[in-house]
C-alpha cells in the first residue's frame, strides 16, 4: 500500500510562492496518474492539479490555480512536487497528494496559510 508524506507548507503573504513535495513510499507511482488535493478549513476536499503518467509529462489544472501552480513529478524519486505562485488567501488550506483514481490511504497534509 502506498502511502505519501507532503512537505513544504508554512505561511506566506498573499503574493509569494511555496514549493510543496510528497514522497511516496511502499510502491510506485510512476504509472499512475497523480494529483495534489487541498482542504480548506470547513470546505470539502477538491483537486488542483494532475500530473498523468503519460509519456511527455501531461498536467491538468482546475481553474482555481491553473496559471500559477506547476505540478511535476520525479519518477525515479517518487516524488511529485507543487510549485505556487502568486498565492493568495483563498489558497489557505492543508495540501494533499494521492493518486487520480483508486485513491490511497492519504497522508498528513501540509498546511499553507496566506496572509493579506
Known amino acids: 500500500q502506498v502511502q505519501f508524506v507532503e512537505s513544504g507548507g508554512g505561511s506566506v503573504q498573499a503574493g509569494g510562492s511555496l514549493r510543496l513535495s510528497c514522497v511516496a513510499s511502499?510502491?510506485?507511482?510512476?504509472?499512475?496518474?497523480i494529483g495534489w488535493y487541498r482542504q480548506g478549513l470547513g470546505a470539502g476536499r477538491q483537486r488542483g492539479a494532475v500530473?498523468?503518467?503519460?509519456?511527455?509529462?501531461?498536467?491538468e489544472y482546475a481553474h482555481f490555480v491553473e496559471g500559477r501552480f506547476t505540478i511535476s513529478r520525479d519518477n525515479a524519486k517518487n516524488t511529485v512536487y507543487l510549485e505556487m505562485t502568486n498565492l493568495k488567501p483563498e489558497d489557505t488550506a492543508v495540501y494533499y497528494c494521492?493518486?487520480?483514481?483508486?485513491?490511497?490511504?492519504w497522508g498528513p497534509g501540509t498546511q499553507v496559510t496566506v496572509f493579506v
Open positions: 494521492n493518486f487520480r483514481r483508486s485513491l490511497a490511504t
Open positions: 511502499g510502491g510506485s507511482i510512476r504509472l499512475k496518474d
Open positions: 500530473a498523468t503518467s503519460l509519456f511527455g509529462g501531461a498536467t
